[in-house]
């Protein structure tokens, strides 16, 4: 009898053997079913992060520590108003008071009101922090920081989202509704409200980005 050749035998195995790998991984990690392709990765397997850490974006169950009640700026365009919508849901599950400067509606309209609104309530201190969400999450951000006083940080996974308040004191988080699903903004929301500014040679970077608001209100 003629054998198989060995070469399809191999790719068979092969193929087998991916399949049961993304599986497992899948299963294995709660956040990947909620993760875009781009975080995915080429071929929707979860990316490796420079070789020495792989960053899946997991959700780890922990005992939640009490946190004080906080009043919480949220702004929007169009394509983010669901978002902004399941944004408000959590905040008020975590006790928080949602500040909505709207958006209220899916209907066409322009990101930097909504950026400007948010920014100029947390420069004031009438809310502790503030969410903006647009399309990308990139126009709200850059608007929203043309505020004196609003460190706005566009965050797309749970490690920049920590990153940015333990390094960078971000008082307002930026998302992106067309390229973070709802499930894993949510959990880089509650990554980036437990998350505490380190302080350290971190305050003095931080006193600087300061010190340029200071020159420009100044008009220096």
């Known amino acids: 009898m003629p054998r198989a050749p060995r070469t399809g035998i191999f790719l068979a195995i092969f193929s087998i053997l991916a399949i049961l790998v993304q599986t497992a991984t899948a299963a294995k990690i709660p956040a990947y079913a909620g993760m875009t392709p781009l975080e995915k990765g080429a071929g929707g397997f979860p990316p490796f992060a420079n070789g020495a850490a792989r960053v899946y974006n997991a959700h780890v169950d922990v005992d939640e520590p009490e946190e004080e009640p906080m009043k919480i700026a949220v702004g929007n365009d169009h394509p983010a108003y669901e978002l902004k919508c399941a944004v408000k849901k959590r905040l008020e599950e975590r006790g928080h008071e949602a500040l909505d400067v709207g958006s209220h509606s899916a209907e066409s309209t322009d990101y930097p009101i909504y950026a400007a609104a948010v920014g100029e309530l947390v420069a004031s201190g009438e809310a502790d922090l503030g969410v903006v969400m647009c399309g990308t ?28 308040r333990e390094h960078n004191d971000a008082n307002v988080l930026a998302l992106g509704a067309r390229l973070t699903a709802a499930p894993l903004a949510l959990e880089i929301l509650d990554a980036w409200l437990d998350a505490d500014f380190e302080g350290g040679r971190h305050a003095r970077r931080v006193g600087q980005i300061s010190d340029m608001d200071a020159r420009r209100g100044d008009g220096g």
């Open 137 to 164: 999450g990139i126009g709200i951000s850059i608007a929203a920081n043309k505020t004196p006083g609003v460190r706005a940080a566009l965050c797309w996974n749970i490690t920049t989202a920590r990153a940015s």
